[in-house]
Structure formats: structure tokens, C-alpha cells
């Protein structure tokens, strides 16, 4: 599916992200699995992620990446919440409400979007159509995921994999020339491949992996070439490809497919694993804050998830103010 912009454009206008305090290296695993640092290091790129404390709820993780969000953003006044998450706190209702209402914002438009590890970008396209149909002037869009919770604890396949964490953008009503602008999107889905990542009503997360590994390469590399091309880029244009981080050697795959080298490729999986719906913004917050993002750079988001879904938007980058104010917490800190 595809959507030209028209009217008023979404422009990015505020980032932010958190991760849990409690860092669980490869080593730690191995004492739980019958595994070695070297597997999983070799196999996924991963040394070491980040795990949430049993208190501590995805609505916790998203107030906290949405705080900073609106910090870096200087606005509070936001007319609707959309985040995107794979573990809400509850079957009904969605968490977004609860959220929204812990920052101040009872009363504005708030729902969830469930299209795992692509619901960053799928919640994008919803507010940038809050944005375009004038239904909102600002948005915020939250990342929020505790992967964590759905692999089996003796499931060495997927328990390296998976982690906790949650980034946040603002949206603001603006023009589709100026930098932030988010180009035009690019989305789809196929169901017939769900049972290649599931997690079934009570029970673990299954995975096929080499099997879903070919469709993440595939997905993501026809996706980015699309959302590209729609933009009125090359692929040689792009400054910074920011991939859902779903497994380094998926990344280097697509690289390799579009010609785009690690210098162009954004990663941080090393540090933080996967982390479902938070990927991309997280990825986005410390490329920023560590200098690899720039603004003017011409970034393109690419997404792939279970469902199948998959994703991709394109965004010249703007210049973000940083949150002024360090998130202090027991449980979790400004990435
Ligand atoms: N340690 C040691 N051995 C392991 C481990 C482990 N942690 N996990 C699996 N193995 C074994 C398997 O049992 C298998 O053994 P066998 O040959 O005796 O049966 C062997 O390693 C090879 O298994 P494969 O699954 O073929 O290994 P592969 O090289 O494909 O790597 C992996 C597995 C890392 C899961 C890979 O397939 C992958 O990354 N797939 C995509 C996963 C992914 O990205 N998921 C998320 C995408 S979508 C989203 O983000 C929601």
C-alpha cells in the first residue's frame, strides 16, 4: 500500500528514548542455556541486552521515551498518542490511553498499533493521517516493547534475541519540503507466513528462524527501495539507512542487496538486541545523540515484522533539540 502526501506534511519535531538499567550480557544466558557468547555473537550481532525489572509495565517504558520526546520537542500540546507495541499491559484496553493520560493528556485521541517489530512505522503512518486530515496538529508516536516476556525461558533461539526498551518521536503539522518532513510511506503485510513468528494464545513465541530471516532480507530490501524511490531519491542519496534492528546479519544482508555500507547502515543491536517496536527510535536516539545522525542527512526507516508486516518512510533529518533533563529513575535511564 502506498500513500502520497498531500496537504499538510508530518515533520518530526522531538526524539526521545529509554532503556532498563539492568544489562544482561551473552555470559549470563550461557548459565541459563545451552548456548556460548560466540554463537550468539557470530549468528546475531548481539553481546548483551537490556531487560526491564518485573515491575516494570510498557506503559512505564513509553512514559518515560514519551517524556523525553516532548522535552526534546519544547511542546506539551499534543492532540493524540499513538504507540505502537507488541506487549500492551492489558488485552483490553489499549495502553496509549493510560499513557496519555500519566503525561498529562487525558482527553486526546489515544490507541494502540499491533504490527510488532513494523509498528513503529505503521504508527508513523497513522499520525502522519491524524497529521494530513487535520484531525491532529501534534502527535505523539511511541515505540514500547518488553520482548522479553514472550520467549520461553529454556528456548535458546529466541531468548538471545529479544529485549526491552522504548523510543518516541512528536509530530507536528507542517510542510513537506522542510527537514523532518516524513516522506511518503510505504506498508503491507502477508498473513499466509504468520506461523513463522507467532506466539499462540497462552502459550511462547515460536520462531522459524532461517525461514523468516529470507523474508526480512527480501521485505526490507523491496521496501526500502520503494519508500526510496517514492521519495525522489537513489539509493545512492541515502545518508543513513535506520533498520528495525531485527539480527545484524539481517542489516548486512540488506546493505548488501541495496549497495549501502556499514558506514550508511545504523546499528545499535550490539548493545540492545531486539526490541520490537522501540527499534527504530531507540536506534534513531542514540545515532543522534552519538553523532552518526546528522541533520540534513537523507534517512531512510525500514521495518520488518511478524505478521508478515513490513514498512518504510523517508525523512530528511532535522536539527532535534536533545531532552534537557536526563530521565532519573530506578528502573530505566535516557539512552
Ligand atoms: N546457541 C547455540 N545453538 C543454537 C542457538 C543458540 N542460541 N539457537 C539455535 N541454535 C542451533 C539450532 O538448534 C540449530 O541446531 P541443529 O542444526 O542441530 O538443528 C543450529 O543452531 C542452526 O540453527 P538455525 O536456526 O538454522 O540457525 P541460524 O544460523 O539461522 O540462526 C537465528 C538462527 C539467529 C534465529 C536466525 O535464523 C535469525 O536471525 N533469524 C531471523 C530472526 C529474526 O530476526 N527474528 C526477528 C525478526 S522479526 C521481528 O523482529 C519481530
Not at 534513531?284 to 511478524?306: D, E, K, M, N, Y
Request: glycine share 10%; hydrophobic share 45%.
Amino acid at each position: 500500500m502506498t500513500s502520497p502526501q498531500t496537504g499538510p506534511a508530518a515533520v518530526i519535531c522531538g526524539l526521545g528514548a529509554v532503556l532498563p538499567h539492568r544489562a544482561v550480557p551473552n555470559e549470563e544466558l550461557c548459565a541459563e542455556l545451552d548456548t556460548t557468547d560466540e554463537w550468539i555473537r557470530t549468528r546475531t550481532g548481539i553481546r548483551e541486552r537490556r531487560i526491564a525489572d518485573a515491575g516494570v509495565s510498557t506503559e512505564d517504558l513509553a512514559v518515560a521515551a514519551a517524556t523525553q520526546a516532548l522535552e526534546s520537542s519544547g511542546t506539551n500540546d499534543v492532540h493524540a498518542v499513538v504507540l505502537a507495541t507488541t506487549t500492551p499491559d492489558h488485552l483490553m484496553p489499549a495502553t496509549a490511553p493510560s499513557v496519555a493520560a500519566r503525561l498529562g493528556l487525558t482527553g486526546v485521541a489515544a490507541f494502540d498499533v499491533a504490527a510488532v517489530c513494523t509498528g513503529f512505522v505503521y504508527a508513523l503512518a497513522a499520525a502522519a493521517g491524524l497529521i494530513t486530515t487535520q484531525t491532529a496538529r501534534t502527535v505523539l508516536v511511541v515505540g514500547a516493547d518488553r520482548m522479553s516476556q514472550l520467549p520461553a525461558a529454556d528456548d535458546r533461539t529466541t531468548r538471545p534475541l529479544f529485549a526491552d526498551g522504548a523510543g518516541a518521536v512528536v509530530l507536528r503539522s507542517g510542510t513537506a519540503t522542510e527537514p523532518g518532513a516524513l516522506g511518503p510511506m510505504v506498508l503491507g503485510s502477508d498473513g499466509a507466513h504468520r506461523d513463522l513468528l507467532i506466539v499462540p494464545h497462552g502459550g511462547h513465541m515460536k520462531m522459524q528462524g532461517p525461514n523468516l530471516f529470507r523474508h526480512a532480507v527480501d521485505r526490507m530490501s523491496a521496501v526500502t527501495r520503494q519508500a526510496v524511490q517514492l521519495a525522489g531519491w537513489r539509493l545512492a542519496d541515502v545518508d543513513r539507512i535506520v533498520p528495525h534492528q531485527a539480527n545484524a546479519r539481517i542489516t548486512a544482508a540488506v546493505g548488501r542487496h541495496l549497495t549501502i555500507d556499514a558506514d550508511r547502515r545504523v546499528q545499535n543491536i550490539e548493545y540492545v538486541g531486539n526490541t520490537g517496536a522501540a527499534s527504530i527510535p531507540l536506534a534513531l536516539a542514540q545515532a543522534s545523540a552519538g553523532g552518526t545522525l546528522r541533520p540534513g542527512h537523507r534517512v531512510c526507516l525500514t521495518a520488518f515484522g511478524a505478521g508478515l508486516t513490513w514498512g518504510a518512510t523517508t525523512v530528511t533529518w532535522p536539527d532535534l533539540k536533545p531532552a534537557a533533563h536526563p530521565h532519573h529513575d530506578t528502573a530505566m535511564e535516557r539512552t
